[in-house]
């Protein structure tokens, strides 16, 4: 980087301290005021509170009907539902079972994303209002913290955890069933950006190999549009400020009283 005369660097040092002195404490109000919103929007206990305790109906079909359920979701668990589907190979075959309150559907996203945006806010709030941050790396390591924070929230309710069909067969919420489905076929509920999805995996086997057919239905769920939105913002602002420390960061040298920009206090 080119070399800067004194006045430029003595305007780039008072700059640098007031953006360690005021402004990132305004954005980290900001993002604070933004994830607490986020968090009235989850339906699960969040920050030591109760959480709200409303039910949802959603209703999820495909045409034509080969796939219907009404499905009652509470929190992070769904409570109810009543599922019929036919399978492609069998139309004349009708499935049907339910999910009953005793032995709920855990949608484990809801909760790890809740964790995730908590993780976010503890970072924020470790901060003193009236604390002096005194480089550039301090600040670039605490927005790192909750940028990382921020993103896997998101991703949590974006992308569902990949897994396989064994697993799938063998995990607890398939207990939730009743009554249980044949062998050769797998549910799944799982969220995908602002959608809850209800996926149906029909198994065969073929020439020795095992193989599978699947088909689902979904339906919009508004608050995890509202949350998603949240924390597209927050991770915006949080960024935001990130490129304006590391604007100052490539400047290793400037300074008023010929320190470093890492130990401006």
Known sequence: MADIDKDESDSLQVEFEW???KEVHAVLAQLQNILQECGRRFPVPLFGTDGPHKQDKFVLTTPPDQLKCIVSVMGDNITQAEITLKVQRQQNVIYRTSIQNESPWKLQQVQDAGNHLQNALQHIDSVDSDYSFRSSEEVLHLLGDILGCLQRGRTSLIVPRKRTIDDLMKSRNMRSLVPNLPEDLAISFYIQSHKLVLAVYHLSTVHGNIKFDTFQAECSVPWISEV??????????????????????????????????????
């Not at 990130?242 to 206090?265: E, L, M, N, P």
């Open 19 to 21: 953006l360690l002195r």
């Open 228 to 265: 998603l939105v949240l924390f597209t913002v927050a991770l915006q602002l949080c960024q935001q400020l990130k490129d304006k420390i590391c604007v100052f960061s490539q400047y290793k040298d400037f300074s008023a009283t010929g320190t470093s920009t890492s130990t401006v206090w």
